[in-house]
């Protein structure tokens, strides 16, 4: 890792790093509002570089990482730090709103030690990633036979479900299903799931 603390500067990293991934394209602006020890000590621990280095595509052991806000500039890569209160959460926790050339999404996640990071919320959908596995995100309205549809598409490929959560805003409204795999998932599996309904979207997560 490139330090100086492994919670406030690796963890905030691939934070970041989860952040791009999540959004599924490259990062060209950034909202980011740092909570609780995150807010009162980032200066010290440079937890702002470290989370733009991730949004940059940067694993927390790169070099480049202390020249984070340099590399932004140069990238065309606009962003804004504030500090916020998220209520009663993990005291290293982020909230990142990310743009990119297509799509936006707004991302939750802390920093819980050791470079260990929990992502907890995704667009208001609780949700609960630690980047050890492959992870399906499945958007789409909400109706019977779709999760068993997606669970199907996944054993015919012989994927395995380590873990599995699905999250609604109320029924028949848009739902979020995130499917965490033992095996990576491949672009014909996205392919399938996205033709189970108009509308629906589909996005895989690498471990990060």
């Known amino acids: 890792m490139v330090g100086p603390s492994s919670s406030h500067t690796a963890g905030?990293?691939?934070?970041?790093f989860a952040a791009r991934k999540i959004l599924g394209e490259e990062v060209?602006?950034?909202e980011i509002g740092l909570h609780g020890s995150f807010a009162a000590t980032y200066w010290g621990h440079r937890t702002d570089v470290a989370?733009?280095?991730?949004?940059?595509?940067?694993?927390m052991d790169d070099s480049r990482i202390p020249a984070a806000k340099e590399l932004a500039a140069q990238a065309g890569l606009r962003y804004a730090f504030q500090v916020v209160d998220l209520g009663d959460?993990?005291?290293?926790?982020?909230?990142?709103?990310v743009q990119g050339d297509s799509r936006a999404v707004e991302v939750k996640g802390a920093s819980i030690g050791g470079?260990?990071?929990s992502i907890y919320e995704i667009d208001r959908f609780p949700v609960s990633i630690d980047g050890t596995y492959s992870v399906l995100l499945a958007r789409y309205t909400d109706q019977p036979g779709i999760v068993a549809d997606i669970t199907r598409?996944?054993?015919?490929?012989?994927?395995?479900?380590?873990?599995?959560d699905v999250s609604?805003?109320?029924?028949?409204?848009?739902?979020?299903?995130?499917?965490?795999?033992?095996?990576p998932i491949a672009n014909d599996?996205?392919?399938?799931?996205?033709?189970?309904?108009?509308g629906i979207t589909a996005r895989v997560l690498p471990s990060f």
């Open 28 to 30: 060209r602006s950034a």
């Open 12 to 16: 905030a990293v691939r934070l970041g």
């Open 189 to 198: 599996v996205l392919d399938l799931v996205e033709s189970l309904q108009k």
């Open 153 to 164: 598409i996944l054993a015919s490929f012989g994927i395995n479900i380590a873990f599995m």
């Open 89 to 97: 959460v993990h005291p290293n926790s982020v909230l990142m709103r």
């Open 115 to 117: 470079g260990r990071i």
């Open 168 to 183: 609604r805003k109320m029924r028949g409204s848009e739902a979020l299903l995130v499917a965490e795999t033992d095996d």
């Open 51 to 59: 989370i733009l280095a991730g949004l940059l595509g940067m694993a």
